[in-house]
């Protein structure tokens, strides 16, 4: 299988998932869009996308103007081509301001190991169907998507007190996932070294959090991995 691998930032792979899917023999193409490299013309020799998290967002185009390319990329990948893609994070930003939604400052942003609740919808879905009804995941963002309730396209499959649109899919094949499911016991401290990413940590759970954090996040890791199998193993089926 061959995939496409969009990254912001060197340290936010696919994680856990990559390590899987290497043991697989995929194919990864990793594109570090941060760092200048392009995406390929041809997305259609791709079997499927993964797009990560990243300190950007999703309107800083003028900071950041291969933001402009990535969103084509994305729409051609996703509407035009309905193949399958898996967003997260910013990648899950990203999927919902393409397919018509906005990205909005979230109130208050969630940083932390919090309870992710799935809809009923959940049931019938091919990546999720046997997920329990809550878990614990690792949340990392200030923004989240919305303005995607009337799209007929869109079917919410997981929300938190805070963000309504946790995960949800776009027909059926891209699913956008909010939080980070995808870590590994190294994460949360290469995270930590990252600016952005340490100042939001401290404003919302003060200085010196980022051990306690670090902690919570490899108290949970045996289950999150475990989220990361049963997910990469049905994501398989969509390829």
């Not at 190991?113 to 169907?129: A, G, Y």
Request: aromatic fraction near 10%.
């Amino acid at each position: 299988m061959n995939i496409i691998v969009l990254q912001h930032i060197k340290i936010e792979d696919p994680g856990y998932i990559k390590d899987l899917m290497l043991a697989d023999g995929f194919n990864l193409t990793t594109i570090e869009l941060d760092e200048g490299e392009k995406i390929p013309s041809d997305l259609r020799k791709f079997d499927g996308m993964f797009c990560m998290g990243g300190p950007m967002d999703t309107f800083m185009e003028q900071e950041y103007p291969w933001l402009i390319e990535e969103k084509k990329a994305i729409k051609e990948f996703v509407v035009n081509l309905k193949k399958p893609y898996l967003g997260f994070c910013l990648g899950c930003q990203l999927l919902g301001e393409v397919i018509g939604g906005k990205v909005v400052k979230s109130n208050p942003a969630e940083i932390g190991i919090m309870d992710i609740n799935f809809t009923k919808e959940k049931k019938e879905d091919i990546l999720f169907s046997k997920f329990p009804d809550q878990i614990k995941s690792l949340q990392w963002h200030s923004y989240e998507v919305q303005g995607i309730d009337n799209n007929k396209d869109v079917t919410l499959l997981a929300s938190s007190p805070i963000t309504k649109y946790q995960i949800f899919k776009y027909q059926n094949h891209a699913y956008a996932i909010q939080f980070h499911i995808e870590i590994k016991d190294t994460t949360v401290n290469e995270w930590g070294c990252v600016p952005e990413y340490k100042k939001a940590l401290e404003s919302q759970l003060g200085e010196g959090a980022l051990d306690k954090f670090d902690q919570a996040a490899k108290n949970n890791m045996p289950d999150m991995n475990n989220y990361s199998k049963i997910l990469y193993e049905n994501f398989k089926r969509l390829l």
